[in-house]
């Protein structure tokens, strides 16, 4: 009994020796992986989440910093295929955008290192909109690609963005690799909401069948509604008793002006057909082999002067002082 007792003990102590090694071994970060489950609720657009007051511009903001997003460049070849049924989930929260918005987002989304920086500034500035606001982003000389900063108006879609980086890293990687299984995943997910009554044609959208596939385009094409649902509500058959109209609501107007028309606003969508992503009236062709030196041939091309970056205008200390000091540059 004793040598049983003094072998057990041996063993309990092997035992814990090899869960403390093991528990202070690195754990590896791992490549993107398609997120969301089907149940998890829609992140809410219309959250006005508290920002740091104070930031460098050189640095961006400290709470997207300290979230890293998917190590895309330390990959030594595509991300793994993604399977049909995790594609619907990852498009699950934007599939419902009009078209020209998801154009810009699904692009936007394949420069994910921007959209931390970009949310920040769009929060700092979200007093601004319309031609102040373009006018804004040239003055400051954003480094960003053009698909990031069409999306600078919608600083809810940025956050929502840069707050779930692995969401934006997957959906990117598979725009890059599986753009017309993204497409055909947006399209599956629309027929269902469609089929249960949730999308239909409102006040701020038209949708309309074209051709078999589904297109939602805003009434104005100056005006956007950012829609604000629950996947876990608008993509399964109504539960009886609910109210079909009250399961996507709209956020505030965005006003897309003219001046706009430099970041692909005009001209931007879809052509479903042949699986084709629009911008500025030309099909956009970044893929991930060629990421890197890719450049839209926008028709009115956004090109930024030879300068740093800038965080100085009078209309920001204007503001400033007219809400008590609210915004620091």
């Known amino acids: 009994m004793k040598k049983l007792a003094h072998a057990l003990v041996n063993t309990l102590f092997v035992t814990a020796l090899s869960a403390s090694a093991f528990a202070q071994a690195p754990i590896e970060r791992q490549p993107p992986q398609p997120l969301p489950d089907q149940q998890q609720a829609q992140p ?6 508290a920002y740091p007051q104070q930031y460098d511009p050189q640095q961006g903001d400290p709470q997207y910093q300290q979230q890293a997003g998917p190590p895309d460049q330390q990959q030594q070849g595509p991300p793994p295929t993604i399977a049909p049924q995790q594609l619907d989930q990852l498009v699950q929260r934007i599939a419902l955008y009009p078209d020209p918005l998801l154009a810009q987002v699904l692009t936007a989304s394949t420069f994910w290192n921007e959209i931390p920086d970009a949310a920040t500034w769009a929060q700092q500035h979200n007093f601004m909109t319309g031609d102040s606001l373009a006018q ?10 053009p698909s990031v900063l069409a999306l600078l108006p919608f600083p809810n879609v940025l956050d929502m963005m840069a707050r779930d980086p692995q969401w934006t890293g997957t959906l990117g990687n598979a725009v890059l690799g599986q753009r017309p299984d993204v497409m055909d995943a947006v399209q ?54 609910f109210i079909i109209s009250t399961g996507i609501r709209f956020g505030p107007v965005v006003t897309i002006g003219p001046a706009f028309g430099v970041f692909g606003w005009y001209g931007a969508g879809f052509g479903w057909g042949g699986h084709t992503i629009l911008i500025d009236h030309h099909p956009w062709t970044r893929t991930y082999y060629n990421r890197g030196v890719y450049v839209h041939p926008y028709s009115h091309p956004y090109v930024r002067p030879a300068a740093p970056r800038v965080e ?11 809400h008590g000091g609210d915004h620091h540059h």
Request: charge should be negative; charged fraction near 20%.
């Open 136 to 145: 804004a982003i040239q003055a400051d000389n954003l480094p960003w690609d």
């Open 188 to 241: 599956r997910q629309r027929l269902l909401a469609h089929d249960y009554g949730y999308l239909v044609p409102n006040a701020y959208d038209n949708v309309a069948d074209n051709g078999g596939y589904l297109e939602i385009q805003p009434i104005n094409p100056a005006y956007y509604y950012v829609p604000v649902y629950s996947p876990a509500i608008v993509f399964y058959r109504p539960r009886p008793g």
């Open 44 to 49: 809410n657009q219309q959250d006005e989440q």
């Open 312 to 322: 100085s205008h009078t209309h920001y200390e204007e503001h400033g002082e007219q």
